[in-house]
């Protein structure tokens, strides 16, 4: 379980940030942040609590960028270092990736590295973001290959910044993913709670429907694909473990 935010807004950077600091019931081993600058995408991120993070960066996250998204990690899969510390970058620099979830996805890592792809640290999370630029590199279009991730095992929430000044978000089943409006600024978040801190008492709240794309940019909040219903979660692997352990 992490926290993962996005903004579009005076002050993206810190912004965004300053979401996850709403959120930390999700994660503070881990914190970073990617903002568009000159169609350039930075990344600062680091091993540590969000608050620490926000402290130590202060005057680089008051950079003048209007678009950042933003992790704070909970880790399940990798240790806490900086490697398996989110954002994550594409090789070409042309996106930057948070994540929170699992994903069965891992079992593409070598074929990914076989094509060039330069994985860092241990978390499915870093080949998800890889994964997506080989299928656009294939498929010519990153919305195709957003689209195609539920094929290849990916589940979660994602939010994707691209150095072309667009958010792109996407959640599987029962991810959480809140996206909202605020006066001149749009933004996302892992909990409703968390975007309070940053934007007041949002306003045209609504999570996505499973695999349905929102993109966000300067035109604002956009449905790109229509996504699929909302199934209820399964218990039955929950009521095997109960029934195991606290047998009646």
Request: proline share 5%; aromatic share 8%; with cysteine.
């Amino acid at each position: 379980m992490c926290g993962i935010s996005g903004y579009y807004g005076y002050k993206a950077p810190l912004k965004a940030v300053m979401i996850t600091l709403g959120q930390l019931e999700r994660g503070t081993l881990g914190s970073g942040v990617a903002y568009t600058c000159n169609s350039k995408i930075k990344i600062l991120k680091a091993p540590t609590h969000p608050a620490n993070f926000i402290t130590r960066n202060l005057r680089r996250l008051r950079a003048n960028s209007r678009m950042a998204i933003a992790h704070n990690r909970l880790p399940s899969i990798g240790k806490v270092a900086y490697e398996n510390t989110h954002p994550f970058l594409a090789c070409d620099g042309s996106f930057a990736l948070v994540h929170n979830g699992h994903a069965l996805i891992t079992n593409y890592r070598k074929q990914l590295k076989q094509h060039g792809h330069k994985i860092m640290g241990e978390t499915d999370s870093e080949v998800i973001c890889h994964l997506i630029e080989e299928l656009r590199d294939q498929l010519g279009d990153l919305v195709t290959a957003l689209e195609m991730l539920e094929s290849y095992g990916f589940s979660g929430a994602i939010a994707l910044l691209t150095r072309k000044h667009e958010i792109y978000a996407l959640r599987s089943h029962h991810y959480p993913l809140v996206i909202a409006e605020a006066e001149n600024a749009y933004a996302l978040a892992s909990t409703k709670l968390a975007l309070k801190l940053a934007i007041g008492e949002p306003k045209n709240t609504f999570q996505p429907k499973p695999y349905q794309i929102i993109r966000i940019n300067h035109k604002g909040i956009k449905t790109i694909t229509e996504g699929k219903p909302e199934t209820p979660k399964n218990h039955n692997n929950l009521n095997k473990w109960l029934n195991y352990y606290y047998p009646l």
